[in-house]
């Protein structure tokens, strides 16, 4: 034969599905996933029963754990030891296991998750509760199998007297399953199943009056009902699990958080850690110390809080950013019928009592036979005894023990199985006693037999034997539930005020969008002159915020997006540093800029309004509170046309006038109650219906009659007109000229476009910055008082060719 014909061609895909289906099947049905029926992996089953088989049990003293290992891998789980040991640590740890299977002396670990010793220095036995999962494993309750090599028998599943699956929970991954199934109160799991036996139709909602939830054997508070129900019924849902937490009053008026349980599975020494860091790391401010003083009485952590500090705002901070308090997913996946199935918890319970109907039938099957048996011989050895001399004579006629069973059985109608127990009776019981005791066993048994038949027959009867087996261990094993359960998830408020010490600060963005946050000691200690702060070179400050750190700022952008920027997450620089630049502590697009900073204390602040006005003459209002946000990312503000852009953001108590100022020289006056508050994201109404070519530059808030508009243009040009001369009209319109613009070859322009507007009613100076980067500085003073519509006066004497760019009022002055 060649080569080539000792090979046959094989596609990878089928190879590759082939094996890893069968590698997958083999991880969910023999390692990872739980049965249903008796809640235990293969390879906890396969430790309990080598302890049970080798006599290591709690009436007997404890065993080094490497012999059970050994006995586990040498019989039954052909796997590395760690894996067998580990099981087995785990069944013996009582803050994973509601009631632990195994018990164990010596060091087997801790909450703080140190490791156990090593197995050839522990010892442990099964515990009590444990022989209630193997009870009547001997009596053909259940199925065996052989094992990997074909040398012994081992079981495909345990007695399980009780419901471990829910009242010990498990977790485990496998090949696209992973299950998750918590601890449950071993009474409340009795009773549940108890009820379902007694009603079979019953609901769940019934069901829950005896199961409330889980039951941690580490406590705690669990909070969520509506994610207990969702589980119970889908088998998935989600819960809260929160620490037994107290504040205690100490002498000259401290305070400490002091911690007694923790949630489940949360490891002690990580919990502290992360408290600790917390506090080195002073992301909040008022913890002195934080200690665990678990010991002996039990489990303690200590959290000691600075004098004034607010105790009850850093445990509500605790709680949000540690594992104080942690969400539990329920995934309740096992194997039911050799597949992986979700279950609900009704499903559960229903599971088990079938088991524990196959369990029960076939222990009676069992122990029927064997009284059927003793029944048989003893009929015989009672017939024989009242035909005792003719047995006798029988007997010593006989040529040898073989001759003696024949005549038995030919001449008095004797069976092999009755000839041979006569053939062994020993001579003492020939006496009258005995044979009274005998007629009385077989009585009893007789009795049994007809019991036994009778619960065969009566699946009422059979019910009412888990029954009561079910309650005998509720009542010897039963807990008080460590467990509370609050069916409202409460939801966690930190106030800034414990994240944050509360300071006034000053805030700047730059024209080039350079940001900084400086306290007040370093503004002064630097001159205390607010023209005086750090640029680049090239650069100026555009915006200036006296503000707190518990504020907020809301920082819009040219295309209708919006920022939440905390103060007190602005990097602090000294006051002459130039700060950082804000695409740092924001992400703002390369091809956005930002025209409104708004700083906020207070979102739900009635009758307060953001109104957006847009170079086309869209205005829009919306409420304040309808831009309050948890995302750090960007947020749309404002719906903005393709060919529009926001020039203006403004907060508005909702009781002045709005006047537009439009680059062409037009001006229009209106009401803002006029524009109806909308939605965050549309896109507003019409203010001023525009020239082709003509957009709007200026917004401002105006009140009464009182004052003047100044307005500038491009060439520095500028006057003040009195706000009398702008009437109110209705939004929308063409609006009034408000500056008139110089035409004619002979004629000096006095500029071609309006570069902002401002609303006077006190002097203030004013910074022009041009295009060639030079600034002016002067005041709103110099601007003569003209018509509304008239040609203005030079302010500002730039080069040639030069032009105003950008106007702000002068820090200084604001």
């Not at 537009?660 to 019409?686: P, Q, W």
């Not at 760019?805 to 002055?813: D, G, I």
């Amino acid at each position: 034969m060649s080569l080539s014909e000792q090979f046959l061609p094989a596609f990878l895909e089928e190879v590759v599905g082939d094996r890893f289906g069968r590698y997958s099947k083999y991880i969910i049905q023999d390692r990872a996933i739980p049965d249903v029926r008796d809640g235990l992996k293969p390879v906890q089953r396969r430790i309990l029963y080598a302890m049970y088989e080798s006599g290591n049990t709690p009436d007997k003293g404890y065993r080094k754990s490497a012999k059970t290992v050994g006995d586990v891998m040498g019989n039954y789980h052909p796997h590395g030891d760690t894996s067998i040991y580990d099981g087995m640590v785990r069944m013996a740890q009582p803050w994973k296991m509601g009631h632990e299977l195994v018990q164990g002396h010596g060091n087997w670990g801790s909450i703080d998750d140190d490791p156990p010793a090593a197995m050839r220095y522990t010892e442990a036995r099964l515990s009590s509760i444990a022989m209630e999962m193997l009870r009547d494993i001997d009596k053909r309750t259940v199925q065996f199998k052989d094992n990997f090599d074909n040398t012994a028998k081992e079981p495909v599943v345990l007695p399980a007297r009780y419901p471990n699956l829910l009242v010990n929970g498990v977790s485990g991954i496998s090949a696209g399953f992973a299950t998750e199934i918590p601890p449950h109160n071993l009474r409340e799991v009795i009773d549940a199943c108890v009820a379902v036996m007694q009603k079979p139709e019953i609901d769940l909602e019934e069901i829950m009056t005896f199961i409330k939830g889980p039951d941690f054997p580490t406590g705690g508070l669990i909070m969520g009902e509506e994610g207990i129900k969702e589980a119970y019924r889908t088998g998935k849902g989600r819960i809260y699990v929160r620490s037994k937490a107290d504040i205690e009053f100490l002498r000259g008026g401290k305070q400490q958080i002091v911690v007694t349980e923790i949630p489940y599975q949360v490891v002690k020494s990580r919990l502290v850690t992360q408290m600790e860091n917390i506090r080195l790391e002073k992301k909040i401010e008022g913890i002195a110390e934080v200690r665990d003083e678990s010991g002996r009485e039990g489990l303690r952590i200590v959290v000691e809080i600075k004098k004034e500090a607010d105790a009850q705002g850093i445990l509500a901070y605790l709680l949000k950013k540690t594992d104080l308090q942690v969400t539990y997913n329920f995934n309740m996946v096992s194997i039911v019928n050799k597949a992986p199935q979700q279950l609900g918890l009704k499903s559960m319970l229903e599971a088990y009592i079938e088991h524990q109907r196959e369990v029960v039938t076939n222990r009676t099957r069992y122990e029927l036979e064997k009284a059927e048996d003793r029944a048989h011989v003893l009929e015989g050895l009672v017939k024989a005894l009242n035909i005792l001399d003719e047995v006798i004579a029988a007997i010593k006629a006989s040529k040898n023990r073989q001759d003696a069973q024949n005549n038995l059985q030919w001449m008095f109608g004797f069976t092999e199985r009755q000839a041979d127990s006569i053939l062994t009776l020993q001579l003492y019981r020939l006496t009258n006693l005995e044979i009274t005791t005998l007629q009385k066993e077989l009585d009893e048994l007789l009795k049994r037999i007809d019991t036994y038949r009778s619960i065969l027959e009566s699946d009422k009867k059979l019910i009412g034997i888990i029954r009561k087996e079910l309650l005998e261990i509720r009542d010897k094993y039963g807990i008080d539930r460590r467990c509370s359960i609050q069916g409202e998830v409460e939801e966690l408020k930190v106030n800034l005020e414990v994240m944050v010490s509360s300071e006034d600060v000053l805030v700047t963005l730059s024209n080039e969008g350079y940001i900084k946050r400086t306290s007040m000691l370093s503004f002064t200690r630097s001159g205390g002159e607010r023209g005086g702060s750090g640029v680049k070179e090239g650069d100026y400050i555009s915006r200036i915020l006296e503000i707190n750190t518990l504020d907020n700022l809301l920082i819009f952008t040219q295309k209708g997006q919006y920022f939440l920027l905390p103060v007190h997450q602005i990097p602090e620089f000294k006051w002459k540093d130039p700060g950082t630049a804000i695409v740092n502590v924001i992400h703002l697009s390369k091809e956005d800029v930002i025209v409104g900073v708004v700083p906020v204390n207070n979102f739900e602040e009635p009758d307060r309004s953001l109104v957006f006005v847009t170079k086309k003459g869209q205005v829009k209002r919306t409420e304040l509170k309808e831009y309050m946000t948890n995302r750090s990312s960007a947020v749309a503000a404002c719906k903005v046309g393709s060919d529009d852009e926001i020039i203006s953001v403004t907060l508005s108590d909702n009781t002045k006038d709005i006047l537009l100022v439009s680059k062409d020289g037009m001006s229009i006056r209106f009401r803002e109650s006029d524009v109806n508050a909308m939605g965050r994201v549309s896109g507003g109404v019409k203010g001023i219906q525009l020239r082709d070519g003509d957009e709007v530059v200026s917004a401002l808030w105006v009140e009464e009659d009182e004052g003047e508009i100044l307005t500038i243009t491009d060439l520095g040009y500028g006057k003040r007109s009195l706000l009398a001369d702008y009437q109110p009209q209705s939004r929308g319109g063409k609006g009034l000229a408000n500056f008139e613009f110089k035409e004619g070859k002979r004629v000096k322009p006095n500029g071609n476009r309006i570069a902002g507007a401002f609303y006077c009613r006190e002097p203030f100076t004013i910074t022009a910055v041009t295009r060639d980067g030079l600034s002016y500085s002067f005041s709103s003073e110099q601007a003569p008082i003209t018509e509304r519509k008239s040609t203005g006066k030079l302010l500002v004497h730039l080069e040639k060719k030069d032009e105003i760019t950008s106007l702000l009022v002068h820090p200084e002055s604001s």
